[in-house]
């Protein structure tokens, strides 16, 4: 039988996703690591690669960056490897490997070393690299998915760029992914909305470092919809 089908899998993915919301991060990889041992029994059959990005996921919410980082490594070395052959779903994943990586590398403090394959600029421009590849394919049918990692790529492509000292082309990267949440259609905006917060911060915390100080405040209200209130006081 598959792992994955057996009760105790759905359970252990049940308490992944609710640890994650409940922010239970020492349960959750808890969980993640049950998985894998409950797929580690299991011979032959496919890779399991969406676990194994989960496992990288709750290893980086535990500060365990350096193990997170060998996952995200070994995923993208296969995604290079196999590019021709692997499917949409893995390419996906790989660019989300891709962002994982330079998370780790934010946590262990690493330089801003350009030529550092794991460095946040190159994993960030990769990523972005290839999720414009992907988006360009007409039978990708997946608006909702491309939209919201589209958003986490342009956000953290202006960390690693304010990261080097560009605050403009940072500026850029923020601006178009607070776009990206606007423009996204009627199917697909509720989905993204909630990820206008994060984007909206970093560009409003910019606005204000740059001296940008009425732009910044308008950016931020205007995010939480308290834009009215403020022209009006």
């Not at 496919?46 to 995200?72: G, M, N, V, W, Y």
Request: proline share 3%; glycine share 4%; aromatic share 8%.
């Amino acid at each position: 039988n598959d792992s994955t089908t057996c009760p105790k899998f759905r359970l252990l993915w049940m308490l992944f996703h609710t640890t994650s919301l409940a922010r239970d991060w020492a349960t959750c990889l808890s969980s993640t690591e049950e998985m894998m041992e409950l797929l580690a029994c299991k011979k032959g059959g496919s890779d399991h690669l969406r676990e194994k990005i989960t496992s990288a996921f709750a290893l980086l919410q535990c500060r365990r960056p350096s193990p997170a980082q060998d996952i995200c490594r070994q995923f993208i070395h296969r995604s290079n490897r196999e590019n021709e052959e692997s499917d949409i779903f893995e390419q996906l994943l790989a660019i989300v490997a891709e962002l994982y990586n330079a998370d780790g590398s934010l946590s262990l403090e690493r330089g801003t070393n350009n030529d550092d394959d794991d460095s946040p600029f190159q994993c960030t421009r990769r990523a972005e690299s290839s999720l414009s590849m992907l988006a360009s394919l007409d039978y990708l049918k997946v608006p909702i998915l491309l939209s919201e990692l589209r958003v986490f790529v342009l956000n953290n492509r202006g960390i690693a760029l304010l990261l080097e000292g560009d605050s403009v082309g940072a500026l850029s990267y923020f601006r178009e992914a607070i776009e990206t949440t606007y423009n996204s259609n009627e199917t697909t905006k509720h989905q993204v909305a909630w990820l206008q917060i994060p984007v909206a911060f970093n560009l409003s915390l910019l606005l204000l470092q740059i001296g940008r100080v009425e732009e910044s405040f308008k950016v931020w209200l205007s995010n939480r919809r308290h834009l009215s209130i403020w022209e009006s006081a």
